[in-house]
């Protein structure tokens, strides 16, 4: 079998002449013979000025390359898709396929014998491991780290739940234009992703407990020298995997994945996760479902104290032990038979012996948990016949049973236009329901937690049911019904909903029900129209082939005909 730069030869007809001429230009780069007979480790790097998150990423590309090198491989770094959360129009979930759809036919198309997939803000992950799944190439999951705290007047601030929960209060008139400015200056001050349990800090803890990652590099703070050795550490390891496997699709089973639903849960992970790894699943061909987070999620509490469901964040886990010592914690509910990239299983892991560090209180015993198991729920109903999410671990516990009269915003844009409309009758009880945000209609962006009307946040309202088929970050909270599938621009049900409706959420129930007759939403449905599709590129290619939020909202053509 062909390795290092011998694999995938370019098409000229000849394949001599290839090789030679490949040799040639590699020559011209300053490679010599000794060099061309290493094992080739491509490193995909995510660096870009507009990904703030990763502007320390060439730094751990260089200590993946100084493992590579100790290790005898050679390391050859390729700039792929990076997706800026904050710095994309509309969402970078609009591009999460995209990007893997770039990074797969990179590490397919480029000559490498394993990959390091150095990735961190909330899409780039799961799109690298998408696309590794898909490509066949051994690789290595490491991630940017998330950033180092700050403080505001005392408070301890950090990225990005306080981000929300301080505007909140710039919102109801507690901070003035001075002081919010202020607090920006103090929400984000180091390089890495939210140093809260935000999708970033969640798919790099599932992707660890899954085994695509290293034990211990989820939680090592970006700007640290322990970031750095978690680079050197996968730059050797990919090495290793260059020569003995085995590929990313291999570690991808049942067994890794309920792992990954069981950390999801302790952690009180992102919603966004459920997207991310329904889609992995169905590219690794496991038969992953939304009732599978349901029943995991029953069984497993909420132990890592962290943001939005606690009071932590991420460099406070770090220094508790880690991903590894919140698995010793877990180890009753884990799969040991998981495969795992350093070789293995998940049982030579948890040999390891990890515990929480003493003295340390971010990672809970199991009999006094931060909350209680069902931390993540799924309903279903006549609004939601293929279910939605809730993050009941960040939710109000008073809202979970809840019906009330609608009022139907449009689209984000809609909610952005009229939520401060007094003569919107709204008051503390109203369900408010937000549709076209799914991912056929607008790439599902993170608009599901929108804000509170201003008159009542003044008043003392922090949290309503809000019901949609967008996303919301997962350093948000509140009492938010997400990912509604079908979404209202593929005809679900959520389009038909009209201002009045009454609309039934019984989360313990698993019930989530509008309240109009069958003849009545007959004669709406006659009525209902599609949006308009994307004239042109890729948004329509998204828009024709993208599946549904209970499917991991991949696209079709990674279906089998």
């Given at each position: 079998?062909?390795?290092?730069?011998?694999?995938?030869?370019?098409?000229?007809?000849?394949?001599?002449?290839?090789?030679?001429?490949?040799?040639?230009?590699?020559?011209?780069?300053?490679?010599?013979?000794?060099?061309?007979?290493?094992?080739?480790?491509?490193?995909?790097?995510?660096?870009?000025?507009?990904?703030?998150?990763?502007?320390?990423?060439?730094?751990?590309?260089?200590?993946?390359?100084?493992?590579?090198?100790?290790?005898?491989?050679?390391?050859?770094?390729?700039?792929?898709?990076?997706?800026?959360?904050?710095?994309?129009?509309?969402?970078?979930?609009?591009?999460?396929?995209?990007?893997?759809?770039?990074?797969?036919?990179?590490?397919?198309?480029?000559?490498?014998?394993?990959?390091?997939?150095?990735?961190?803000?909330?899409?780039?992950?799961?799109?690298?491991?998408?696309?590794?799944?898909?490509?066949?190439?051994?690789?290595?999951?490491?991630?940017?780290?998330?950033?180092?705290?700050?403080?505001?007047?005392?408070?301890?601030?950090?990225?990005?739940?306080?981000?929300?929960?301080?505007?909140?209060?710039?919102?109801?008139?507690?901070?003035?234009?001075?002081?919010?400015?202020?607090v920006g200056t103090a929400l984000a001050?180091?390089?890495?992703?939210?140093?809260?349990?935000?999708t970033a800090s969640t798919m790099a803890?599932?992707?660890?407990?899954?085994?695509?990652?290293?034990?211990?590099?989820?939680?090592?703070?970006?700007?640290?020298?322990?970031?750095?050795?978690?680079?050197?550490?996968?730059?050797?390891?990919?090495?290793?995997?260059?020569?003995?496997?085995?590929?990313?699709?291999?570690?991808v089973n049942p067994d890794s994945l309920?792992?990954?639903?069981?950390?999801?849960?302790?952690?009180?992970?992102?919603?966004?996760?459920?997207?991310?790894?329904?889609?992995?699943?169905?590219?690794?061909?496991?038969?992953?479902?939304?009732?599978?987070?349901?029943?995991?999620?029953?069984?497993?509490?909420?132990?890592?104290?962290?943001?939005?469901?606690?009071?932590?964040?991420?460099?406070?886990?770090?220094?508790?032990?880690?991903?590894?010592?919140?698995?010793?914690?877990?180890?009753?509910?884990?799969?040991?038979?998981?495969?795992?990239?350093?070789?293995?299983?998940?049982?030579?892991?948890?040999?390891?012996?990890?515990?929480?560090?003493?003295?340390?209180?971010?990672?809970?015993?199991?009999?006094?948990?931060?909350?209680?198991?069902?931390?993540?729920?799924?309903?279903?109903?006549?609004?939601?016949?293929?279910?939605?999410?809730?993050?009941?671990?960040?939710?109000?516990?008073?809202?979970?049973?809840?019906?009330?009269?609608?009022?139907?915003?449009?689209?984000?844009?809609?909610?952005?236009?009229?939520?401060?409309?007094?003569?919107?009758?709204?008051?503390?009880?109203?369900?408010?329901?937000?549709?076209?945000?799914?991912?056929?209609?607008?790439?599902?962006?993170?608009?599901?937690?929108?804000?509170?009307?201003?008159?009542?946040?003044?008043?003392?309202?922090?949290?309503?049911?809000?019901?949609?088929?967008?996303?919301?970050?997962?350093?948000?909270?509140?009492?938010?019904?997400?990912?509604?599938?079908?979404?209202?621009?593929?005809?679900?049900?959520?389009?038909?909903?009209?201002?009045?409706?009454?609309?039934?959420?019984?989360?313990?129930?698993?019930?989530?029900?509008?309240?109009?007759?069958?003849?009545?939403?007959?004669?709406?449905?006659?009525?209902?129209?599609?949006?308009?599709?994307?004239?042109?590129?890729?948004?329509?290619?998204?828009?024709?082939?993208?599946?549904?939020?209970?499917?991991?909202?991949?696209?079709?053509?990674?279906?089998?005909?």
């Amino acid at each position: 079998m062909s390795r290092g730069f011998d694999k995938g030869l370019t098409s000229y007809g000849d394949e001599g002449f290839s090789r030679y001429l490949r040799r040639a230009f590699l020559a011209s780069a300053g490679f010599d013979s000794e060099d061309l007979d290493r094992p080739v480790i491509g490193i995909a790097d995510t660096s870009s000025d507009y990904t703030t998150c990763h502007r320390q990423m060439p730094e751990l590309v260089e200590a993946v390359k100084r493992g590579v090198l100790e290790a005898g491989g050679l390391p050859m770094v390729f700039g792929t898709m990076s997706l800026p959360e904050i710095l994309l129009n509309p969402t970078s979930m609009l591009f999460r396929n995209l990007d893997a759809m770039v990074t797969e036919e990179l590490l397919r198309a480029q000559p490498m014998d394993a990959a390091v997939l150095v990735g961190g803000c909330d899409k780039t992950v799961p799109a690298q491991v998408m696309a590794a799944v898909s490509a066949g190439v051994p690789a290595i999951s490491l991630v940017a780290g998330p950033m180092l705290t700050s403080s505001f007047q005392g408070q301890r601030l950090g990225a990005c739940t306080d981000c929300r929960s301080m505007w909140a209060r710039h919102r109801a008139g507690d901070l003035d234009d001075a002081q919010i400015a202020q607090v920006g200056t103090a929400l984000a001050t180091t390089a890495g992703t939210c140093m809260v349990m935000g999708t970033a800090s969640t798919m790099a803890c599932v992707v660890e407990a899954m085994g695509l990652a290293l034990p211990g590099s989820a939680t090592a703070p970006a700007p640290t020298g322990d970031r750095l050795r978690a680079g050197v550490a996968a730059g050797r390891a990919a090495v290793d995997l260059a020569q003995r496997g085995p590929v990313m699709r291999d570690l991808v089973n049942p067994d890794s994945l309920h792992n990954a639903l069981v950390v999801l849960s302790a952690i009180g992970g992102s919603t966004n996760a459920v997207v991310h790894l329904l889609a992995i699943a169905r590219r690794a061909g496991v038969a992953l479902t939304l009732d599978d987070f349901a029943a995991v999620s029953r069984q497993v509490p909420v132990i890592a104290d962290l943001k939005p469901a606690g009071t932590g964040y991420l460099e406070d886990l770090h220094r508790a032990g880690g991903v590894p010592a919140l698995l010793g914690v877990l180890a009753e509910f884990l799969r040991t038979d998981a495969p795992v990239v350093e070789g293995g299983t998940m049982a030579d892991r948890l040999a390891a012996g990890a515990t929480p560090v003493p003295g340390t209180s971010t990672i809970r015993p199991l009999d006094d948990p931060v909350k209680p198991a069902g931390g993540l729920a799924v309903v279903r109903g006549t609004l939601a016949p293929d279910g939605a999410v809730i993050k009941v671990a960040a939710a109000s516990p008073d809202l979970l049973q809840h019906e009330a009269q609608v009022v139907v915003f449009e689209s984000p844009q809609d909610v952005a236009e009229r939520i401060e409309d007094e003569n919107l009758p709204i008051d503390a009880d109203t369900i408010l329901l937000m549709r076209n945000a799914g991912p056929v209609a607008a790439g599902m962006p993170e608009a599901g937690s929108f804000p509170i009307p201003r008159r009542l946040a003044a008043a003392g309202v922090t949290d309503m049911v809000r019901i949609s088929d967008a996303r919301m970050s997962g350093t948000a909270y509140g009492t938010v019904v997400l990912h509604v599938s079908p979404e209202a621009a593929a005809g679900g049900p959520l389009a038909l909903v009209a201002d009045g409706d009454r609309v039934r959420l019984d989360v313990p129930a698993g019930r989530l029900d509008l309240l109009v007759d069958d003849g009545e939403l007959d004669r709406r449905r006659a009525e209902w129209t599609p949006p308009q599709r994307p004239d042109l590129g890729w948004r329509r290619l998204h828009h024709d082939h993208v599946h549904q939020a209970h499917l991991g909202a991949d696209l079709d053509l990674w279906e089998e005909s």
